[in-house]
């Protein structure tokens, strides 16, 4: 079963704009992460985000927890067209680290 | 460094047929992960091996996957016999360290 719930579930901008998607989640976690995955490809790990840490950066990515809400945000800066992907939340289990992807947010960026 | 290697890319295969699938994980990496990615969903895991041992098959359907991998190195996911429910896309993943999974590109399953 997947824990994350990725909203929305599609998102289309303008080459240069901001891309936000959120995550939500049922029960407490270790961490929570972000992946993308172009079509077709296998994932690429972005960011991790400790169920300590309250907002952590990586070059254009702004990621936001809060575990009171159990939601994060992940925010993408001046987006570009390589931007184009898929992107999932995952949270990883307190006791096994196990990760439970949530269903995604396909993001588009228009040229 | 060569990332996680997996094949084949694409299979497709009729109903009742068997079918294989090959990992080959990160140099040194000694725990590896089988996940199914059906369309439009994310990743769920069916098996995670820590050297030559499952120590995770909670979500692997017994009655017809099976998994191994020998030596600790290389993995093989199969089914036998397919379904139809089984069309999906199959991720392998390795890891060092918990927390940094590297996964591969998968192979999509048709079957017709």
């Known amino acids: 079963s997947q824990q994350g719930e990725e909203d929305p579930q599609a998102l289309s901008i303008q080459e240069g704009e901001n891309a936000t998607m959120n995550c939500s989640y049922k029960?407490?976690?270790?961490?929570l992460q972000w992946y993308r995955q172009n079509s077709g490809r296998g994932l690429v790990h972005l960011i991790l985000?400790?169920?300590?840490?309250r907002e952590k950066h990586s070059g254009r990515l702004r990621v936001t927890l809060d575990t009171s809400k159990k939601s994060s945000s992940l925010l993408i800066t001046a987006s570009r067209a390589a931007d184009t992907a898929s992107y999932f939340c995952?949270?990883?289990?307190?006791?096994?680290?196990?990760?439970?992807f949530g269903a995604g947010t396909t993001v588009t960026v228009r040229a | 460094e060569a990332g996680v290697v997996q094949s084949p890319r694409y299979k497709i295969i009729e109903k009742k047929q068997p079918v294989a699938f090959w990992c080959n994980p990160i140099?040194?990496?000694?725990?590896l992960y089988w996940y199914r990615q059906n369309l439009g969903q994310g990743p769920e895991l069916l098996i995670r091996?820590?050297?030559?041992?499952?120590?995770?098959d909670s979500q692997l359907p017994k009655d017809r996957f099976s998994a191994e991998r020998l030596k600790g190195v290389d993995s093989t996911l199969k089914i036998q016999p397919a379904e139809l429910g089984d069309s999906a896309v199959y991720l392998c993943?390795?890891?060092?360290?918990?927390?940094?999974?590297?996964f591969g590109p998968g192979t999509r399953l048709t079957v017709t």
């Open positions: 993943a390795s890891s060092l360290r918990v927390n940094e999974q590297y």
């Open positions: 029960t407490s976690i270790n961490n």
């Open positions: 985000i400790r169920s300590n840490e």
């Open positions: 995952a949270t990883a289990n307190l006791n096994d680290y196990k990760l439970s």
């Open positions: 140099s040194g990496h000694n725990t």
């Open positions: 091996y820590e050297n030559e041992e499952a120590v995770d």
